[in-house]
């Protein structure tokens, strides 16, 4: 009788980490479920990544071992760190901690309003950047793809129509890559080897693909979350919070519907006098990872 009880404790415990969890992935879709281009949600930080995965050893531990990896492995994205250890050289999160550098990324390019002002500001300062471009934007507006390339700056490719990759076919996730790499050659010259996924979400099945095609996949560990139209002050403290040398910072230069991107703006002539005064290098991506920018294409 005293086991039976037991039994049924620890069963509906179970199920109430799977339905909590499974209510949390939900509102999180529906938060992540924009019409393209949309901004970075905070989801795709590692905090609540690492979280699901100390959930889902818990209910390992629990003996519901079966439910769990289907449930977990098959459909919930991997910790970024995680990731980085399965896939070394093909998924990054930073670079390495000597020498004293970081970078600056710049992810849903190009519009209209605030790239232009980006590249003014990065060209005043003489820092040169990486953007992550998104394919149907660069189709509106291949001439600021073309002044990012003239002005030396790095080009990755960040989807075509800025899809969560975790939830789209591994066919669906080639063409949003290959789509945007046809469109980006003839304008920049060379196929761009990194990309940055959408709310850095990306399966392995998908990173083996890419790394298979000479790919390289590039998250980011400072968090900006400036596509929360934050003020420069804030977007400062965000940065601050967890710069350290190796840094990928990731901000945005291309904005949604309704986003206001002034605060980034506002942030950047600050940000690099900041690092500049904190004897930081701002290198390029390709520089700090010490990865080739460009992809080797075989016809
Ligand atoms: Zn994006």
Redesign the pocket.
């Known amino acids: 009788m005293f086991a039976k009880s037991r039994i049924w404790k620890r069963a509906a415990l179970v199920l109430m980490i799977l339905i909590l969890g499974t209510a949390d992935n939900v509102s999180l879709l529906a938060a992540r479920n924009e019409s393209p281009?949309?901004?970075?949600p905070s989801v795709s930080k590692q905090t609540p990544a690492l979280a699901e995965l100390k959930k889902s050893e818990a209910a390992d531990r629990r003996g519901n071992r079966k439910r769990n990896q289907r449930n977990t492995q098959a459909q919930r994205p991997l910790s970024w760190v995680k990731l980085q250890q399965l896939y070394p050289g093909a998924f990054y999160i930073g670079g390495p901690r000597k020498p004293r550098m970081v970078t600056l990324t710049f992810?849903?390019v190009p519009d209209m309003n605030y790239t232009p002002k980006v590249l003014d500001i990065l060209a005043k300062y003489k820092v040169r950047a990486t953007f992550?471009v998104?394919g149907s934007r660069a189709r509106a507006y291949p001439s600021i793809v073309r002044r990012m390339q003239r002005e030396g700056h790095m080009i990755g490719n960040?989807s075509y129509s800025?899809p969560v990759f975790s939830r789209i076919s591994l066919q669906q996730f080639q063409q949003q890559v290959m789509r945007t790499d046809a469109l980006l050659r003839p304008l920049i010259g060379y196929s761009p080897k990194l990309i940055?996924p959408?709310?850095g979400e990306i399966l392995p099945k998908q990173i083996e693909w890419a790394q298979s095609k000479g790919f390289v996949i590039v998250n980011w560990n400072v968090d900006s979350e400036d596509w929360r139209s934050l003020d420069s002050n804030r977007i400062l403290i965000n940065i601050k919070r967890t710069l350290q040398p190796g840094s990928i910072i990731l901000q945005?230069a291309g904005g949604g519907q309704g986003q206001d991107l002034s605060g980034t703006i506002n942030a950047l002539p600050r940000l690099i006098r900041m690092l500049r005064s904190k004897g930081y290098q701002i290198v390029t991506l390709p520089e700090l990872l010490n990865r080739p920018v460009a992809r080797q294409t075989y016809r």
């Open positions: 281009p949309v901004p970075h992810d849903d992550f998104v960040h800025h940055r959408p709310y945005h």
